[in-house]
Structure formats: structure tokens, C-alpha cells
């Protein structure tokens, strides 16, 4: 007998709300789906998993594809199996992403990396990248195969283009969309098209919901990279500052930095090619992204993929489920307010 992790029940949020509520059902079955996935003989394996999917989260990402596969009309299971296989990808990915970003913390609680290693949080990805191409499988689509297969992909370029840009401010701003293209906005993306894909719907539907995921994804890591100076760890998911920490490029970094005078640009030189950015550092790039509207420029970016988010879903007739899907790209944005 495998062992198997527990699963806390996912938490609505006042934004998704409505989401949360209309893909109940299928988020009960995903989590069943988890639960006996994720298990294994081999003990750490559920043990790691278990850590860090019992650790809050809004599992956003596979309730779009059951939200997609619903707004076109699909009826089966194959859609369950496609979300469970789109949150153990993202999850993989968290799993990688601390490893590589030698984050402490996510979601205010110690990173998998800090409890059992490096090599345990890189393999245990590594399983529950295996499983989900296992379900992708024996939903029997290769379109939806090759979509999701495409966007792990995707992910694992934009992982080295992110560190090819570490530090880099001669980074341009549409070198840097690139990057969050790849890195999130593909799961995203994905998550979004293999729905219409295994309802049978026609290509400009799938492209729509392509287009929805592509530009909801955008936004949502603008967001994010704005919190990074202005949030907070329940909202983020890691600890606030970690990214200036880390020495990492982001948007509201790039605007700064650019439109900064001399003795700016070197204290940005300075703090991300340092390994000792202080509170104090982090409270002058703070002061700094405000002189130059660096953050609120960020904010007007992702709201325009926002709005290109909501206008991808204007073709499809009004209904309790496309409302929720817009009330989402509301909630990404809002998450700054």
C-alpha cells in the first residue's frame, strides 16, 4: 500500500469567489485525483509533496481548466485529469524554483529545499512531472498532450532565460516579457486552451481561451512583482523582498533603474550584484520605485493584459461561468489594492 498525503480544502478568496463556488465539484474530484497521485511507497516522495500542497495556495491555475472545459460545453472527466496534471506541473515548478532561487520560505512557512535538500525537492519535482504526463495520457487527447507537454517546455527556458537576465539591468523591458511569457503565462496559457481542446470546440474558441490564459498570466506576475515591494508573504507566497534579495530583474527594477540618475543606477548595480541587500536597502529601492512611478507603471501594465484577458472572452456567450472568469482577472490586479 502507497502512502498518501493529506489535502486541506481549498481556500476560497473574495475575488474568486464565484470560480471557487462553480468549480466546486471538479476541485473535489482534482484533489482526490492529488491525493492518490501523489502517494508512493518511496516516503519522502508524499512527505515533500504533502508539505507544500497542503500550504494554502488558490490552486488558480486548474480551476481554469475546469473553467475552460465548462464554458465550452465539455462532458467527462478528462478535464479533472488535465487539472491535476496542470497543479502538479505548477507545483514541480515551485519545487525547482526555490531550488534555484535558494529560497528560505514560501507561504511563510520553510521552503521543501530547507527541510529535506535540494536533491529531494529537485526529484520529487521530478515525480510529479511524471505523473502529470502519465494523466495527460490517459485523457487520450495529443492535442491537449502536446500543449501542456509544449508548455513544460516553455517553462524550463524561461527558468535559464530568468537566470541568463539575473542581474543584468541591460535587460529591456521586452527581454523581460519574454521571460515571464515563458515562465508563468505559459501554465497559464495552457491551462486555459487544453479545456476547448477536449470539448471539441472550434480554433477560435481555443485561441480565445490561449489568448485569456497568455494575458491573465502577464498580469498576474506584474502583480507580483509589485507586491515583491509592497505586499505582503500571504499575498505572494513568499517572504516581501525576496526578488531584490535575490538579486533578481524585475519590471519595476528595470523602470527605476533607467529612469534614475547616476548615483541611482549604482546603488542598483550595487544591491543586485550584492549578496547583502539589507532592510534599509530594500526600504531605499522602495523610495526610489516610488520617485520614478515605477511601481504604479507596473500596476498600468498588467492592467492592459487585463484587459486583453477580458476582451479574449467577449465572444463567448454571458454566463455564470464566464462572469467568474472575468471576476478573476479582477482579483489578479486587486491583489495590489
Not at 511507497?41 to 486548474?62: F, T, W
Not at 498570466?217 to 502583480?223: M, R
Not at 541587500?277 to 520605485?289: C, F, I
Amino acid at each position: 500500500m502507497g502512502v498518501v498525503v493529506s489535502l486541506n480544502e481549498t481556500r476560497k478568496s473574495n475575488g474568486i469567489s464565484a470560480l471557487t463556488e462553480l468549480c466546486a465539484d471538479g476541485m473535489n474530484s482534482v484533489n482526490e485525483l492529488i491525493l492518490s497521485k501523489a502517494g508512493s511507497d518511496v516516503e519522502m516522495i508524499p512527505e515533500v509533496a504533502r508539505h507544500l500542497i497542503s500550504s494554502g495556495g488558490k490552486r488558480l491555475r486548474p480551476m481554469l481548466t475546469l473553467a475552460a472545459a465548462d464554458l465550452c460545453g465539455y462532458k467527462g472527466d478528462g478535464d479533472v485529469k488535465l487539472a491535476t496534471s496542470v497543479e502538479f506541473m505548477h507545483t514541480a515548478t515551485l519545487l525547482h524554483d526555490d531550488v534555484v532561487d535558494e529560497s528560505d520560505r514560501r507561504r511563510s512557512k520553510p521552503t521543501a529545499r530547507m527541510i529535506w535538500g535540494n536533491q529531494a525537492s529537485v526529484l520529487v519535482g521530478d515525480f510529479l512531472l511524471g505523473q502529470a504526463f502519465k494523466m495527460m495520457v490517459e485523457v487520450g487527447s495529443m492535442e491537449a498532450l502536446d500543449v501542456l507537454s509544449t508548455a513544460a517546455s516553455i517553462i524550463a527556458e524561461g527558468e535559464v532565460m530568468q537566470l541568463a537576465a539575473a542581474k543584468n539591468l541591460g535587460t529591456t523591458e521586452d527581454e523581460y516579457l519574454a521571460v515571464i511569457n515563458a515562465k508563468t503565462a505559459a501554465l497559464f496559457s495552457a491551462a486555459a486552451e487544453v479545456g476547448p481542446i477536449i470539448a471539441g470546440s472550434a480554433k477560435d474558441e481555443r485561441a480565445a481561451l490561449k489568448s485569456y490564459g497568455t494575458n491573465l498570466g502577464l498580469a498576474f506576475q506584474l502583480v507580483d512583482d509589485v507586491l515583491d515591494y509592497g505586499g505582503n508573504a500571504k499575498d505572494l507566497g513568499k517572504n516581501v523582498g525576496d526578488d531584490f534579495r535575490e538579486g533578481k530583474i524585475t519590471l519595476p527594477v528595470l523602470l527605476a533603474y533607467r529612469r534614475g540618475n547616476d548615483e541611482e543606477r549604482t546603488f542598483w548595480r550595487e544591491s543586485l550584484e550584492g549578496d547583502n541587500n539589507t532592510d534599509e536597502r530594500l526600504e531605499h529601492a522602495r523610495a526610489l520605485m516610488s520617485k520614478h512611478g515605477a511601481l504604479a507603471d507596473t500596476i498600468t501594465r498588467a492592467k492592459h493584459f487585463g484587459a486583453i484577458a477580458r476582451d479574449a472572452l467577449g465572444p463567448f456567450k454571458d454566463s455564470k461561468m464566464k462572469n467568474a472568469m472575468l471576476d478573476v482577472v479582477d482579483f489578479c490586479i486587486s491583489r495590489v489594492n
